[in-house]
């Protein structure tokens, strides 16, 4: 008997000379510096600009890519989509909606993508947003995957790297995407449970709901240069407040001043950094936890058997106690 091929691709309705992920097909130009690239070159520079260091929006495939060794990673839980519990529409149904970003993405079909990878050879569980995708919103999908993201990684003993783009909660699931800002949370929880780090990457922009939970949550912090990193954007803020904003608010350069982040990350050298991280922070195999770990629980054990008596005696003085009370 005779074996049928049928190609996946042609099943799903996709042309069949489709470019590689990551490759438009078309170039695109510089809004900063007007240098035009070809769209293989943007892939190669991790979509940054050579000349003025301006970075492309990328998708969260277009991230895993950039971040992945060789470009090599597995997606699980792409079957999962939004339902649609309140009905919502507007001038729109919420459905249809999903529907066309789902038609206009990748093959994500959400605004998260959780990957298995290795950085710099150093294995990990990442989950990277897609602000293509209704603006990067959380609604339960979002979440649910963040959270699996997250067990996954405890169990595997591996750390979690975040990277965020995204305008906040998704509006269309009312309560139940604002819920998700306390189920990332406890994701997160999950893994300082387990003793295992969180490394998370701000792309532009990461605000409202996003940046109210989980973005600002990692044990390191990194953002991508010009980043807009706030809770409610500059044009909403000047709208309410009527006044005008300096150009450099909330901007990743601004919140590495006031102490928000731990530095400020060119894309391209994100898998060399985050590389050297988690060389640091890895579980070693038969080991409960990392070693730098042990060694700050055995610093703060000894830091609290040695101190002077000192710090105390300030204490009961600022209290008033000073030995005066019989
Ligand atoms: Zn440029």
């Not at 170039?27 to 979509?47: I, S, W």
């Not at 973005?215 to 390191?220: C, E």
């Not at 080991?287 to 055995?298: R, S, T």
């Amino acid at each position: 008997m005779a074996r049928v091929h049928i190609s996946i691709d042609r099943l799903r309705g996709k042309p069949r000379d489709r470019p590689p992920r990551g490759v438009s097909g078309e170039g695109e130009t510089c809004p900063k510096c007007g240098t035009h690239f070809r769209a293989e070159e943007l892939v190669r520079n991790a979509r940054v600009c050579t000349s003025c260091s301006h970075h492309f929006a990328a998708t969260a495939r277009q991230r895993l890519d950039a971040l992945a060794d060789g470009g090599e990673w597995s997606e699980p839980w792409t079957d999962l989509r939004a339902g649609d519990p309140l009905r919502f529409s507007d001038l729109e149904s919420y459905t249809s909606r999903v529907a066309k970003a789902e038609a206009k993405t990748d093959g994500s079909g959400e605004a998260l993508s959780v990957a298995r990878l290795e950085i710099q050879g150093h294995p990990a569980i990442a989950a990277a947003m897609d602000f293509g995708f209704l603006g990067g919103s959380m609604g339960s999908v979002v979440g649910e995957k963040l959270a699996r993201a997250s067990e996954r990684a405890a169990e595997s003993g591996l750390p979690l790297v975040v990277i965020t783009a995204s305008g906040g909660a998704r509006m269309q699931e009312g309560i139940l995407a604002l819920m998700q800002m306390a189920r990332s949370v406890v994701a997160y929880e999950t893994m300082a449970d387990a003793h295992l780090p969180v490394i998370v990457v701000l792309g532009h922009p990461t605000t409202g709901g996003v940046w109210a939970s989980f973005a600002a949550l990692g044990d390191v912090t990194y953002a991508e240069p010009g980043a807009l990193i706030a809770f409610s954007g500059p044009r909403v803020i000047e709208q309410t407040t009527r006044e005008k904003l300096p150009d450099d608010f909330g901007r990743a350069e601004t919140q590495l001043a006031n102490g928000q982040i731990d530095a400020v990350v060119d894309r391209r050298e994100l898998p060399h950094r985050i590389g050297r991280v988690l060389a640091i922070l890895e579980r070693p195999r038969g080991l409960e936890a990392p070693p730098a770990f042990v060694w700050a629980q055995e610093r703060a054990q000894w830091a609290a058997q040695t101190l002077p008596t000192l710090p105390k005696r300030l204490a009961d003085r600022i209290r008033g106690d000073d030995g005066a009370q019989g």
